[in-house]
């Protein structure tokens, strides 16, 4: 925006019939472009620094922080970062090792703008695509952000390229602030030693984002930065991010697309991956219109990605909050019929149990609770444990819960008597490593921040994927257990098969 008025202009430094021009053009057209989400700046713009066209003078607020990598393809990265000033260029240079030190590679991309209060912020997104003639899986790559008015430390990145026994370390959690962010460390150090290739944050950053005009949300990222600068960083909204209609949220994240973050999807080897949003249920003050658009846009991906289960078997989804859980605070996912799971009141509406039900999803994984649960395949309040391994080709999707990163909050404690479909629970501050080895085995265990140990792991083995069908419903109707809306673990006969 500019900040200066054409009066001082004129009264302050001599200003040519050009920057003239261009400052009658900009009021003209407007500073930015709107891409539904995001204020674009146009390209031909003239901050009210560069109108005094005087070589000595320049932005302010001009240094990168805040530089964090998402996934934009197989062989590709947006870069996001930002800047307090409107530096005008957006850059990244960047260098295959094998060459050397050399960034002799760049890439230009857009600037946006958002303000908090008083402070306005320029969120620079560039996309990096490597080229498949010159660039193979496996190479690492060095880059640095910025404009010849600040340059950022350098970071690499590595073509991604499945690990030697099959498939990608991928970290799931959340809930993690910039205070008491008990496994920011571990992340931080697990990334850089190469131990994790790729992070999935799961709602809940930083308490809050939008704090004190968005200086927590600065502090947040600036921690997150030497891990999410040489990982994909991907997100997906929680009910801390909802200030001012998700505005930090919006900004601030680039999903796959590069556009909307709020429910977004991609490939990765063997997964197909899909975050969505369950705040959309809860924040109606916003409008219904996305409720709609999301589960609309949920059938048409499910339909799609099980067309293509041959090459990419595993369905695997992600959302903010769970629609079971064994904690004891009176949340949406303690009620009978969560929304979440069943969908608008009186109506069922909108219902995505069923919806990932019916498509076949294997496993769904959410946080919002700040604990780590387990369950047992569920279905409708019907749990399957048997009669053998239940994550065996199990009849129904497996869910997790695992929103224990570390935050300000603490721990949510758990009712003393879960409910049947609790597997496995802890109150330890933890994230989940997940990894995909071949289309049947997957593999999934939980890490103590703590210790660094293992507290637990999972194998789910699928020998098909697709919509559960009918012997599925059979081997749910035998072998299940269903917890009726009168259930009372301490009385549990109630328990009907």
């Not at 008025?5 to 900009?26: A, Q, Y």
């Not at 890439?107 to 946006?112: D, F, M």
């Not at 919002?368 to 199990?394: A, K, M, Q």
């Not at 699928?462 to 259930?487: A, Q």
Request: charged share 25%; glycine share 8%; proline share 5%.
């Amino acid at each position: 925006p500019l900040s200066l008025s054409l009066s001082r202009l004129l009264g302050s430094d001599r200003v040519s019939m050009r920057s003239l021009f261009t400052l009658f053009l900009i009021f003209s057209i407007g500073t930015s472009l709107n891409d539904g989400i995001r204020r674009f700046l146009h390209e031909e713009r003239s901050p009210s620094w560069a109108i005094r066209a005087n070589p000595n003078w320049g932005p302010v607020h001009v240094q990168p922080e805040q530089v964090h990598l998402s996934w934009a393809g197989a062989n590709a990265y947006w870069v996001t970062w930002m800047t307090f000033d409107d530096v005008l260029e957006a850059t990244v240079q960047y260098g295959n090792t094998k060459k050397g030190r050399n960034l002799g590679k760049i890439e230009n991309g857009k600037i946006s703008y958002f303000k908090d209060g008083k402070t306005s912020r320029y969120v620079s997104r560039v996309k990096i695509v490597l080229d498949d003639d010159e660039d193979k899986p496996g190479d690492i790559y060095r880059y640095r952000v910025g404009s010849n008015r600040g340059w950022s430390s350098i970071f690499e990145f590595r073509y991604l390229n499945p690990r030697e026994d099959g498939g990608y370390e991928i970290a799931f959690y959340g809930d993690m602030g910039n205070e008491n962010a008990r496994s920011m460390g571990m992340i931080q150090r697990m990334v850089q030693d190469g131990d994790i290739d790729l992070i999935h944050h799961v709602g809940d950053y930083g308490y809050d984002l939008n704090t004190d005009n968005g200086r927590v949300g600065d502090e947040f990222f600036r921690q997150i930065e030497s891990a999410a600068a040489y990982v994909a960083y991907q997100p997906t909204p929680g009910n801390h991010e909802a200030a001012d209609n998700f505005t930090h949220y919006f900004h601030r994240f680039t999903p796959p697309n590069g556009g909307d973050p709020i429910f977004y999807s991609y490939d990765l080897d063997q997964i197909h991956f899909i975050s969505f949003s369950t705040e959309v249920y809860f924040y109606t003050d916003y409008g219904f219109d996305l409720i709609r658009r999301q589960f609309e846009w949920l059938q048409k991906e499910l339909k799609k990605a099980n067309a293509n289960r041959d090459s990419v078997p595993w369905i695997i989804a992600m959302g903010h909050r769970p629609m079971y859980c064994s904690d004891f605070d009176g949340d949406d996912c303690t009620k009978y019929e969560s929304i979440v799971r069943t969908g608008m009141p009186g109506t069922h509406a909108y219902a995505l149990e069923r919806l990932f039900y019916d498509e076949g999803v294997d496993l769904l994984f959410f946080a919002h609770e700040h604990s780590y649960e387990r369950l047992y395949p569920v279905f409708d309040r019907r749990v399957y444990t048997g009669p053998n391994s239940p994550y065996v080709d199990p009849p129904a999707p497996v869910h997790i819960v695992s929103g224990s990163a570390g935050c300000r909050e603490n721990v949510d404690p758990f009712i003393e008597k879960p409910e049947p479909w609790s597997a496995f629970r802890s109150s330890n501050y933890g994230i989940g490593l997940l990894r995909v080895y071949n289309a049947t085995h997957l593999r999934y265990k939980q890490i103590v921040a703590a210790t660094e140990s293992i507290e637990d792991e999972l194998w789910l083995v699928k020998s098909r994927h697709g919509p559960y069908d009918k012997h599925d419903k059979r081997k749910m109707e035998k072998h299940g257990i269903r917890v009726p809306i009168d259930f009372n673990a301490a009385n549990d006969e109630k328990i009907f098969f």
